[in-house]
């Protein structure tokens, strides 16, 4: 494919790794550790929301957000990530990758901030301001998706380059990560200037005025990161990929190219119009559909079966761990030790599992490839999932918690050293230049339905079957035991669905798409026959 390709986009593939590498990472990277900031940090307050603003005067339990405004503040953000990806990912395919990735990361700042503001002092007033703000923080997230993605898979060589994406990605656990640590300092400091009694000793007092500032401040921080990133991400070139087989300006392409790489690099602009006359098909048109229909399909449905497993798991951790006596009974804590024991716990499973599953996709996917990690995920994700529900029961008891932490951690690490980065990165790969950005931003937003799916469905799903045992205003579910049994047959499935998803390992981007074959001569890269 080589002899076929134009010379700056072979330049680019067989490029030794360089400091533009490593600049594209942290910029794209950045991006993504805001993202993760901003979507997990809301499961640290909402417990601290139900106690300021949903108090029951005389209740043996501190007050918690109603079932529709819990599923709205949990949620909301997702709904704008939809938009987003969908949005911003058509947009990077119509106006250029650079030209939008700016647009994210300012809707981000401004909205992150935004989000510890409040139109008013009542329940319906604060919640409608942070659903309102975090719908559209969503949307500038959902664009941070396709195009890190995309401008990370057009700059890199195709020796490192699933590395390469994998460590944008990876940046996510570090996110994560640091919203708990960011919280645990927090509330400790306004701990050690506000003490408050526990809730059973006096339930009025154990909710300190100031714990209002909390959450505000946890959830405005998140502006941060992405304003350092908006200068560095203003002044990247577009990628070579796009101004050659898109915007059709090869000159351009060598020109920035031949600056970035340092070579000479010769325009081939003949070439360029030999491809693009070749390949002129429509999405979703019935040739897209013969090339790339089953590809579609496959990193649809695995993204979107991952996101119901992973993100059911991560929103509402912490009420596992209640469950198991791993956080105690909120009563026995005021409402700022509250925050801070629910911080401390996605901290260590960040830190144990999530973040080293990130990093050993990147160490391992250019060498065992793509397939292969995603097909082991998913089936390490179901086993560890039927292993915590089967004998569940013996995980609740006092002697075996620490074992359940243990499993519970691994599957985080099977996702993150699976399917939670190869999804995330497969549709960067295995689609045309001028589709790219859009048809991984249809895949994305697909997962996104499915985090959708996995949040609302397990807040319901795992409530105890006795209506004496559910929290105030749910109904009763099929418990934690029967939600995770659910959740092992998504993960069966998302394996199943793996085989329609091409290998890219080691292969260029326009090998992959077929842009470098014309109609007559072209090879489809069908799906993995098993």
């Not at 708990?180 to 009694?197: D, R, V």
């Not at 909710?207 to 002044?235: C, E, H, N």
């Not at 351009?252 to 119009?273: C, F, G, T, W």
């Not at 075996?400 to 932490?405: Q, S, Y």
Request: proline letters at 5%; one cysteine or more; hydrophobic letters at 50%.
């Amino acid at each position: 494919m080589a002899n076929d390709q134009l010379q700056v986009l072979n330049a680019l593939d067989v490029a030794k790794t360089q400091w533009y590498h490593f600049t594209a990472i942290i910029i794209a990277g950045m991006g993504f550790f805001t993202d993760a900031y901003d979507l997990f940090c809301i499961s640290l307050v909402t417990k601290l929301l139900g106690r300021i603003y949903y108090h029951v005067e005389g209740s043996p339990k501190p007050g918690t957000l109603p079932p529709n405004v819990a599923a709205a503040v949990n949620g909301v953000a997702f709904c704008g990530t939809i938009v987003g990806q969908l949005f911003f990912g058509w947009l990077g395919d119509k106006l250029g990758r650079k030209k939008v990735y700016g647009m994210t990361l300012m809707v981000m700042v401004i909205c992150s901030v935004a989000s510890g503001l409040s139109f008013g002092h009542e329940p319906k007033a604060v919640m409608a301001t942070l659903c309102f703000f975090r719908f559209w923080l969503g949307f500038g997230i959902g664009g941070d998706y396709p195009l890190s993605a995309t401008i990370m898979s057009e700059y890199a060589n195709k020796k490192t380059r699933g590395a390469f994406i994998a460590a944008v990605f990876a940046m996510q656990g570090f996110g994560i990560m640091a919203g708990g640590i960011f919280a645990i300092i927090i509330s400790s400091a306004f701990e050690a200037k506000f003490p408050a009694p526990a809730y059973a000793d006096d339930a009025l007092e154990s909710t300190v005025p100031q714990a209002d500032f909390v959450w505000r401040i946890i959830l405005m921080v998140g502006a941060i990161p992405a304003a350092m990133t908006y200068y560095s991400r203003s002044k990247m070139p577009e990628t070579a990929r796009y101004t050659a087989l898109v915007a059709k300006d090869v000159k351009q392409a060598a020109s920035d190219m031949s600056r970035v790489l340092q070579v000479e690099i010769e325009p081939e602009e003949k070439k360029v119009r030999e491809e693009i006359m070749s390949n002129d098909f429509s999405l979703f048109s019935k040739e897209f559909m013969k090339r790339h229909g089953l590809h579609l399909l496959g990193t649809t449905s695995t993204w979107f079966l991952l996101d119901i497993a992973f993100f059911s798991q991560n929103l509402f951790q912490k009420d596992i761990y209640s469950a198991i006596g791993w956080i105690p009974p909120a009563q026995t804590m005021n409402a700022i030790q509250e925050v801070f024991k629910i911080a401390c716990a996605q901290t260590i499973i960040a830190l144990c599992s999530a973040v080293p599953g990130y990093w050993f996709t990147v160490a391992f996917i250019d060498v065992v490839g793509r397939f292969a990690i995603q097909i082991m995920g998913f089936f390490f994700m179901m086993v560890f999932m039927f292993a915590l529900a089967i004998p569940y029961d013996h995980w609740t008891h006092k002697e075996n918690r620490i074992g359940f932490v243990i499993m519970y951690s691994l599957t985080f690490f099977f996702a993150n050293f699976g399917p939670n980065a190869t999804t995330f990165i497969v549709p960067a790969e295995i689609f045309p230049a001028r589709f790219r950005s859009t048809c991984h931003g249809i895949s994305a937003a697909s997962g996104k339905v499915g985090a959708i799916v996995g949040a609302f469905g397990f807040l319901y799903l795992s409530q105890s079957p006795d209506k004496d045992k559910t929290d105030a205003g749910f109904p009763p579910g099929i418990g934690v035991r029967n939600s995770l049994i659910v959740l092992g047959v998504v993960n069966l499935l998302g394996l199943l669905f793996t085989l329609l998803v091409p290998e890219s390992k080691g292969k260029s981007l326009e090998e992959m798409s077929g842009e470098n074959e014309n109609n007559d001569s072209h090879k489809r890269n069908g799906p993995i026959i098993v």
